[in-house]
């Protein structure tokens, strides 16, 4: 797909088409126009606002970033011990159903551990 910006005439400047909207963004020429599409649309609110905010001087970007960057860990952090947290659940469900003396292929189709993880935990009920 193409987007060419300068075939974007005056008929398009009131329409509720989102796609018109972000592209009368990209090519806003004034202050005013890119608060009126800020106005309409929450989505390029939020453009516009971070788009302020990197305009500012560099300490303020290189908070920005940061902050930026202590959230993303913060959230791969949360998933990381989410995700342990279902691979434990997995071995508790895995050990009960050994002591139902379900087979090993079985227990690792319930499950989705791989057999050798369902065999170390089967050799340590034993």
Known sequence: HFLE???LGAEHQETSDL???WLLFLK???ETKL????????TIRKAVNVLEFL??????RKLYEMRE?????ELNMIEGAKAEGERQKAK????N?????????????ATGLPTEEIEKLKQQLH
């Open 5 to 7: 910006l300068p075939k």
């Open 19 to 21: 796609l018109v909207k």
């Open 28 to 30: 806003a020429e004034s």
């Open 35 to 42: 608060e009126e599409l800020a106005m309409s649309e929450p």
């Open 55 to 60: 305009n500012q001087d560099k300490e303020a």
């Open 69 to 73: 960057m202590a959230l993303k860990d």
């Open 92 to 95: 508790e469900v895995a050990k």
């Open 97 to 109: 159903l050994l002591a139902m003396d379900m087979t090993v292929e079985m227990v690792a189709k």
